[in-house]
């Protein structure tokens, strides 16, 4: 697939930018899709939609009860015009869970999560994620040193398999599953994964859910899977599909978007080095850090989809009943107005509140943020003490994104340990 940056003229709705599946001028599309103004037309691998990129615009709609998550609103979808056959289908279309329903029955299927993620409970597995992230870095040295060169990929070795144990400890997978896991939802997100494997890979990962699920239900233990599968006293249970479209989501979203926090924030921080001194010293917390990554590099570029139960007014513009609205947090997050002039510069000595949204706002505002960001403040830190000597190990531009449109990850990050 060689697609890159392209914009084209809408007869009746004027300039569409086309969203790149391969990501090749990430940067350089952020802009374009800024400049376009607070609501753009784009096309998404043949697809038209509208997409927010201003941070107050987001903030409006994203609590506005008039879009909604269920895509039997979406106009192309009603019509036949969007079928299985698009490869963005799975992300929208991926059956019954907190992420895909509104208003009591978004808050029914996402309350046992909301509580197994509280500061309490991350707080108490905290030893855990310590824990894992120490033998990652000991896998780290051992591979750095099987070498010939040194040269060792962060991504495959460290910031894939933390998130995707610590999500997996959560929910009972049992760690010898998480090399599958983490290949199937790599494949899955991957613009270069033929549409029928895609497909498959979804029933497969059906396949193994329902058969947690069903083991869970016969033998529950302390896991979010089994509590997920509990009903409380005097509530409605969820279905075996709520339970399965839960889970499905959780682990993608809850191990991909910390991959990309984690190399994000390395790759800032060894690309400003005069920064970096800042942090080791003491002088800038890691917490700042986290965040001036999440609003500069959102690990989420576009997250797809609302669909308009009516008609919508925006300023001058107005979305249409049945279109569909992306929100591209990475735009939002280089918005000037809400961020400043430098907006586009990496900054972790900014002088205001470093003020984002880079795991949503309003009801459906990530479950996970606060997990992502436990173990981001824990691996960060433990990164740079055992090896602060740490650097790329190829030229910055070399370093490639994984070919995914929705997801702001790295195909790899070859780095050496000791300089």
Not at 225 to 243: D, F, N, Q, W
Request: glycine letters at 8%; hydrophobic letters at 40%; a negative charge.
């Amino acid at each position: 697939m060689n697609c890159p940056y392209t914009a084209r003229e809408d007869a009746s709705n004027g300039p569409v930018l086309v969203v790149d599946p391969l990501v090749q001028d990430l940067d350089g599309e952020t802009a374009r899709l800024r400049d376009a103004g607070p609501l753009a037309r784009i096309e998404l691998l043949g697809v038209p939609a509208l997409t927010v990129t201003r941070h107050s615009l987001a903030r409006q709609l994203l609590v506005d009860p008039r879009l909604v998550k269920d895509i039997d609103v979406w106009g192309l979808w009603q019509r036949g015009e969007v079928t299985h056959d698009w490869p963005l289908i799975g992300m929208i279309d991926a059956g019954r869970s907190m992420f895909t329903v509104d208003g009591a029955e978004h808050r029914r299927l996402r309350t046992k999560t909301s509580q197994a993620l509280t500061p309490r409970r991350l707080e108490e597995i905290r030893p855990a994620i310590e824990k894992f992230t120490e033998e990652l870095l000991d896998a780290l040295a051992e591979h750095a040193e099987r070498s010939e060169d040194g040269v060792v990929d962060l991504k495959t070795v460290f910031a894939q398999p933390l998130p995707m144990r610590v999500v997996g400890m959560l929910m009972g997978v049992g760690e010898a599953e998480h090399p599958m896991l983490m290949r199937r939802y790599e494949a899955f997100f991957s613009m270069l994964t033929p549409q029928e494997e895609r497909l498959a890979l979804l029933a497969e990962l059906d396949v193994f859910y329902t058969d947690l699920v069903r083991e869970k239900t016969a033998r529950p233990t302390d896991d979010l899977t089994s509590a997920l599968i509990l009903a409380e006293e005097g509530g409605e249970p969820l279905t075996e599909e709520e339970v399965v479209g839960n889970l499905k989501a959780m682990v993608a979203a809850g191990h991909e978007t910390t991959i990309g926090l984690i190399l994000n924030a390395v790759r800032a921080l060894l690309t400003h080095p005069d920064q970096l001194r800042k942090v080791l010293d003491g002088e800038i917390p890691w917490e700042t850090v986290i965040e001036e990554t999440l609003r500069w590099d959102t690990p989420t570029t576009h997250l797809l989809m609302r669909f308009a139960t009516e008609d919508i007014q925006v300023g001058d513009d107005v979305i249409p009943k049945g279109e569909g609205v992306v929100i591209s947090y990475r735009a939002i997050g280089r918005d000037t107005g809400q961020h400043g002039a430098d907006a586009d510069a990496f900054d972790i000595t900014r002088p205001t509140p470093i003020r984002h949204m880079s795991f949503g706002h309003g009801p459906h505002i990530c479950p996970g943020a606060g997990l992502s960001r436990v173990e981001a403040g824990i691996a960060l830190p433990a990164l740079f003490e055992r090896f602060p000597a740490l650097r790329a190990a190829v030229p910055d531009e070399e370093i490639s994104k994984l070919p995914v449109m929705t997801q702001n990850d790295l195909a790899a990050f070859p780095v050496l340990l000791h300089g």
